[in-house]
């Protein structure tokens, strides 16, 4: 086991940057994921760390030596990492029990002790009895746990996972969400799980790593991502909050500011040490919206859209001070709402998301 | 029934029937026909034919040799050619689609024509080792005239079929497979041993039994090899055999050709047996692994392999070239002697050479314009069409092809040795046994790009135009062919290339005045003239280049894998 650091790891194909200037610190037993949309660099990351790809530029170590930097670059095999694959990638000429014992075959362990750690590796992810099998007669489930008692029986410092649920339906993911978190916690084992599903990564991890085109967005706790988002993108990502544009009024005080959002004053929570700037915006979520009674303020508005979800509406809402920023939350309820109709906000409570306003949040 | 229902199923009723027409004339009578001048000759079944063949020594001699160069060749070729498409496919080695070309190039010249160039260069006359003055002393033995010098030719033309296969088994191999290997700490050498050959043996198997067929019914290297060191394998014994006793030995040719028949369906069934026992199927699609990286190695990799090249292609090419402009046998070579008298006897002084090359041309064309047009439709039956049967069809247009040229050679003699029953035409003794011979081996090379044009092809177009009231003839016309013809063109050019230079079949076909550049090349090597021969040959040579060429301005528009020496 050992912890891992990238310290502004880039990595470049041609002039495009897959990677950009990512520091991330992985302590010894956390279990790390690494969430974003596609495309954004995430398996680029993850072949950076197994040393399957070199970096541009920066610097990786695992257990504190430096495996990769601009100089040169420890040989995948020499790094003691597990991977998981997105498709498994059991060898399909081997049995399960060949498939899990591969790496103590080419480290020329002892067949007798080979034999045992592969046992105790299947029965770890609990397909004892299984050994004999080729990989094409196991079930999506059942493949996916001989890949993970395949990198186990390494005892690897690191294990890596590249959307290993992505393959599977739904109601396996699931289970299969909670054997990971099992292994997690049986083992001890520092984690780097890669996925773009929120859900999987918020119940899964230590903490999150928001990547979005190649940068780290931010780096935290999942109850941290989802109430203090540290820039636009985190803030509409999570959980599709809703940004908004604001103008912060009054200083921070008690973790509070007060700002003004469409014509509206709210307190809203902050950072320590903020204060008055214009073109700031701050993230809202269905539990920050209330329907404004008769008299009461609010944001004046239409509803363009009404969808019923089983239990909740689904509202669109489009202020009239800024019709072409629909406002998209949730109403408990099933009747009320027609599209057409016209409803008054109120913004309750929210996060005023750090820094300069919205430049900041932008990436080229 | 409605009229327009009934003029839709017509057209393709019309279709359907046309084509298996076509398919019952060109692949499944002559096999028949061949398969009763054993079982039943004359008409009544015995087994005579058998008896007689089983008994002549010569038989059993012929059929060790073909089995013993057979399997020679296919080691040698397996060897070289899953080597050069590791090397090729897993490192980083530059060059790599000029490699290719270069590598694949000898599948493309002609069996003979390979066979004379190496001749050419080894020979106590070769004007390349008089040049360097290495060369042994006239009169002394050319060593490729042994069964290890018709292995070797036979692992170096056949060498890139098996690179084609297994190039592209290693392509579809995806990189999490070495990735997982490599991660759990096996190094390059391990991943290669454990995960990339064993995963490759299906491949690698297939392209085996391919090597084998190519190489048991191969004529050109054992005739040019073989039949100077009297050591005959089965097609030389029945060319040899034909040659001396004419129509009187064609049952026991017959017998031979079966032989062969079956020798290479051996090969065809291990493979199908080996390759049922390890079915592993890649199925995920991925990108292909990264290349490993040579290193220090990577120069001197990569001067070996072109030293290779030069070895296996430049050399022998050169060779040929240099005889070609040798004014006589063992004349030294010089600015001062070298002649291209060569060139203009074989092409406007000597009749049958320059019959020869208006009868290969016209032939080749015709075969090709003729696979290209049936490819079309029956490539619309095989693809898109609704009959189970036809899956059948496409196996059995491959038969004249899969099995030695010799077997369809006979048996289109047999077919073809009376006139044709009710109408009197003679085709025996004319150009056009040779014509059939070839429209019936060669449909495939056209038929299969053609298929594979229509697999990428979105089938909504032609349900559109479908929808817009086109017939199925109108559509064929209008919408189908102009978008698979850049396959069955491409298809139809391979044809052409392959049948300009061809052997095998017309070496049992031909007559005094439909004589192939083949026959004519083999005929001036027999009585000596090597230079006309390889005058001959450079002239092929050359066409064959120019088309390739040619042929790569149409790649843009065609399947991946059409143009097998295109990377
Ligand atoms: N070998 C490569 N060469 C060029 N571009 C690449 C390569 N690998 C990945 N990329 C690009 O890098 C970006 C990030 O890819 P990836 O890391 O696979 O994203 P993710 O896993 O988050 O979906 C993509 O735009 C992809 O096209
Ligand atoms: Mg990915």
């Known amino acids: ?134 990989p094409a007669n196991l079930s999506g489930g059942q493949r996916q746990r001989v890949a993970l008692a395949r990198c186990l029986v390494a005892a690897p410092s690191l294990v890596l996972f590249d959307e290993p649920l992505a393959n599977l339906d739904v109601h396996l993911r699931a289970s299969m969400e909670d054997e990971f978190a099992a292994f997690h916690k049986r083992t001890g084992t520092t984690i780097v799980y890669i996925t773009h599903d929120q859900s999987e990564a918020m119940a899964l991890a230590d903490r999150i790593a928001v990547m979005d085109h190649g940068r780290l967005a931010q780096l935290a706790t999942p109850r941290e991502l989802y109430s203090e988002p540290a820039n636009e993108m985190v803030a509409s990502f999570i959980a599709q909050g809703i940004v908004l544009p604001a103008e912060v009024l009054s200083a921070e005080e008690g973790g509070k500011a007060r700002v003004e959002v469409m014509g509206q004053q709210v307190t809203v929570r902050c950072r320590p040490g903020d204060g008055p700037r214009a073109n700031a915006s701050i993230c809202v979520r269905t539990p920050d919206l209330e329907i404004a009674g008769e008299g009461e303020p609010g944001i004046e508005g239409t509803v363009t859209r009404a969808v019923y979800k089983g239990g909740a509406l689904r509202i669109d809402f489009a202020p009239a001070a800024d019709p072409d920023r629909v406002i998209s939350f949730e109403h408990p309820g099933h009747t009320g709402f027609e599209e057409g109709a016209r409803l008054r906000l109120r913004i309750v409570s929210g996060w005023l998301i750090p820094g300069n306003g919205p430049e900041d949040g932008q990436h080229a | 029934m409605s009229a327009p229902v009934k003029e839709s ?21 002559p096999m028949l026909r061949l398969i009763k001048e054993i079982v039943a000759p004359g008409g009544t079944i015995s087994d005579t034919a058998i008896r007689l063949g089983l008994a002549s020594p010569a038989t059993w001699t012929a059929t060790v040799n073909t089995l013993v160069v057979g399997f020679g060749g296919t080691v040698l070729a397996v060897v070289l050619g899953t080597f050069v498409a590791l090397l090729v496919t897993l490192t980083d080695i530059r060059g790599r689609s000029t490699l290719v070309l270069a590598y694949v190039m000898p599948l493309m010249i002609a069996p003979q024509v390979t066979a004379l160039a190496w001749l050419q260069l080894f020979g106590p006359a070769s004007p390349f080792l008089k040049m360097i003055g290495m060369a042994p002393p006239l009169g002394s033995r050319n060593p490729l005239y042994s069964t290890e010098g018709i292995i070797l030719l036979l692992g170096v033309q056949y060498g890139p079929l098996v690179f084609l296969l297994v190039r592209a088994g290693l392509r579809k191999l995806p990189r999490e497979l070495i990735e997982a290997a490599r991660s759990g700490g096996a190094g ?222 006979i048996a289109a003699l047999l077919m073809f040795l009376r006139p044709i029953p009710f109408t009197g035409i003679q085709l025996y003794n004319t150009v056009w046994i040779i014509l059939y011979a070839y429209l019936a081996r060669f449909l495939v090379l056209a038929l299969r790009p053609t298929v594979s044009g229509y697999h990428q ?111």
């Not at chain 1, 950009?20 to 398996?43: H, N, Q």
């Open chain 2, 188 to 409: 390059w050498f391990t991943v290669l041993r454990t995960i990339v050959l064993p995963l490759m043996t299906p491949s690698i198997v297939a392209a085996a039994a391919l090597a084998f067929v190519s190489c048991v019914g191969n004529f050109g290297i054992p005739a040019f090899l073989g039949i100077p060191a009297n050591y005959l394998v089965l097609p030389t014994l029945i060319y040899q055999k034909l040659a001396g006793g004419g129509p009187a030995v064609l049952g026991e040719a017959a017998f031979l050709s079966v032989l062969i028949g079956v020798i290479a369906m051996a090969g065809i069934l291990g493979q199908e047996v080996m390759s049922r026992r390890r079915d592993y199927r890649i199925s995920s699609t991925s990108l292909p692994a990264d290349p490993y990286e040579l290193g220090k190695w990577r120069l001197p990799v990569e001067i070996g392999m072109w030293l290779f090249i030069v070895l296996i292609l430049v050399l022998p090419l050169f060779g040929l070239l240099l005889t070609s402009l040798v004014p006589g046998y063992g004349i030294p070579l010089g600015w001062a002697t070298a002649t291209l008298d060569n060139y203009r006897f074989v092409l406007f002084e000597h009749a049958a050479a320059r019959r020869s090359f208006f009868n290969s041309f016209a032939l080749s064309i015709a075969a090709a314009a003729f696979a290209v047009l049936v490819a079309v439709p029956v490539g619309y039956l095989v693809a898109w069409g609704r009959h189970k049967w036809i899956r059948y069809v496409n196996l059995s247009i491959e038969l004249p092809y899969a099995l030695p040229g010799v077997v369809l050679a």
């Open chain 1, 1 to 134: 086991m050992a912890g891992l650091t990238l310290s502004n790891v880039t990595k470049t194909f041609g002039d495009f940057d897959a990677v950009k200037d990512v520091s991330i610190d992985v302590r010894d037993g956390e279990f790390l994921a690494v969430l974003g949309p596609s495309g954004c660099g995430k398996t680029t990351l993850l072949r950076l760390v197994a040393g399957f790809e070199r970096v541009s530029a920066g610097q990786i170590r695992i257990g504190g030596e430096t495996v990769s930097d601009a100089g040169g670059s420890v040989p995948p095999e020499k790094r003691r990492v597990g991977i998981v694959f997105q498709n498994y990638a059991l060898w399909p000429h081997m049995t399960v029990a060949e498939n899990v014992g591969y790496s103590l075959k080419v480290a020329k362990v002892d067949k007798a002790e080979a034999r045992r750690k592969v046992d105790e590796a299947l029965a770890l992810v609990d397909l004892t009895g299984l050994a004999d099998r080729r």
């Open chain 2, 457 to 567: 092809i979105d089938r909504a177009l032609e349900e559109a135009a479908q929808v817009a009231g086109a017939g199925l003839f109108t559509r064929l016309r209008t919408i189908v062919f102009p978008l698979v013809a850049p396959a069955a063109l491409a298809g139809g050019l391979l044809i052409f290339m392959t049948a300009l230079s061809e052997l095998t079949v017309s070496a049992l076909l031909w007559s005094s005045g439909s004589e192939t550049i083949g026959v004519v090349m083999f005929s001036f090597e027999q009585g000596g003239d090597s230079s006309y021969a390889a005058a001959m040959s450079a002239i092929t040579v050359s066409i064959t280049f120019v088309l390739m060429l040619a042929t790569n301005l149409l790649a843009p528009y065609l399947p991946n894998g059409v143009l097998p020496w295109r990377d």
């Open chain 2, 9 to 29: 199923r017509g057209q393709e009723m019309a279709l359907t029937v046309a084509v298996a027409v076509v398919i019952v004339l060109l692949s499944l009578l």
